[in-house]
């Protein structure tokens, strides 16, 4: 029997043995049907989950789909910032997710009390924040950004406006770096991205001569600046469908060499080493979610999302202002 509602909130995602005997994407694909379902999943998710969602995308994409969708639930197959994204920008729909526990280290690294204080001390600067945020630093921003359009949007402030930027430093420094800006930068930082290896990046290059490297902004500078191309995981997917070269090194979250495989199976991915001893480098928060969680949430329709009415429209003022600016500048 199913356990009541506060103990699946507790754990996080619904647990109940499963008919190993069950085609998962089978039933997945009828409950889709039957509870006029969407399934949004981002890149870094497993091959499996990537099959079956009906749109793969990064936050930008996947912000979008979120609130055009007509489904009555959103089933968020992404970590928790993604979720309440989705319910920001889309309150009347149902959203659920494989596990709650998948959280993000970036957005845990900026906890809204402490940004609060620190936007106090920097008066009179217009706060961007990076998606990859939760809903409570989105309420305390002017305007969001992803790694698609972040420099865009910076750039369509006048050049003497004084910004903040949060809570990627890497990203933060690659946009000032890029365009003469003087961002004041939040101290935070990405586990994933932060954790390759510029040594092992440099030695594979030695052993694939022909390959070019492409990463993720999130990156450590050093990393970024041996890079053939950088930009965010739909422009890195899009960037290896487009370019000759027939080899990358792929430095950001693995699940994005799925959709690469996918598009350009003619090419070889290879991914780029982190510091310890794995050979690629997953997002564990991402990982969390698996095809039975997925299957379990949609057929219990828990867990669910809930967010406060006032949080909510505190934090979908900052999303509108970034889309339509999106729109306005032409961002895709």
Known sequence: MIQDVH??????????????????????????????????????????????ADYIGDSLGLARQAQATNADMIVFAGVHFMAETAKILNPTKKVVLPDLNAGCSLSDSCPPFLFEKFIVQHPNHVVISYINCSAGIKALSDIICTSSNAQ??????????????????????????????????????CMVHE????????????????????????????????????????????????????????????????????????????????????????CPHMKLNTLEKLYLCMKYELPELWMDETLRLAAKKPMDRMLALSKELGIQ
Not at 162 to 180: C, E, S, V
Request: hydrophobic share 40%; aromatic share 6%; glycine share 4%.
């Open 7 to 52: 103990n699946i909130q507790k754990m996080g995602y619904v647990n109940i043995d499963i008919d190993p005997t069950l085609d998962l994407f089978v039933e997945i694909e009828k409950l889709k049907i039957e509870k006029n379902a969407i399934i949004l999943a981002h890149y870094y998710q497993d091959a499996d989950i990537q099959d079956i």
């Open 195 to 282: 954790i390759f290896s510029l040594e092992k990046i440099i030695k594979l290059k030695v052993r694939h001569p022909e390959a070019k490297v492409i990463a993720h902004p999130e990156c450590e500078e050093a990393v970024l600046a041996i890079a053939d191309f950088i930009g965010s995981t739909s422009q890195m997917l899009s960037f290896t469908q487009k370019d000759n070269c027939s080899e990358f090194i792929v430095a950001t979250e693995t699940g994005i060499i799925h959709q690469m495989i996918k598009n350009s199976p003619g090419k070889h991915f290879i991914p780029a080493p982190p510091t310890n001893a794995c050979a690629c480098n997953d």
């Open 152 to 189: 865009a949007i910076v750039e369509s402030l006048p050049k003497e406006q004084n910004i903040i930027f949060a809570p990627d430093r890497n990203l933060g420094a690659y946009i000032n770096k890029h365009t003469g800006r003087n961002m004041v930068l939040w101290n935070g930082a």
